[in-house]
């Protein structure tokens, strides 16, 4: 059983795993993170794959280490991860739909009338 997909490079899969578990508070600010030495074990992958993601995480601000004692979810670091997100949700979906609807003369109105249909909403505003 592979834990990864051939879609993008190990060490950042591994990052996203890390950034899951904090942003679904199994990980929690101050916490521990497992070692890198138990990832390698864990996931079958060599040292340098762990340490690449690990180092992305502590150049972004969402873990630290302590030398000698091993490497914690900083303070602020889910909050960090949910703006990220939605500022990756806004560029990846939401500007190339406003360009879209755009070029279609969609209204606001349109577009809201769209999402509630397609959310399950009955029509008449709710």
Known sequence: MSFFHDKKPIF???????????FKDQIKEHEKIPSTTQMVQFYK???????????????EGIIYKRRGVGMFVAKGAKEKLVQHRKDLFADTFVLPMLQEAEKLSLTDEDIYDIIQKLRGHKEDGI
């Open 12 to 22: 950042l899969q591994i990052k996203e795993k890390i950034e899951d578990q904090i």
């Open 45 to 59: 992958v060599n040292h340098i794959t762990v340490s690449k993601g690990i180092n992305l995480l502590v150049d």
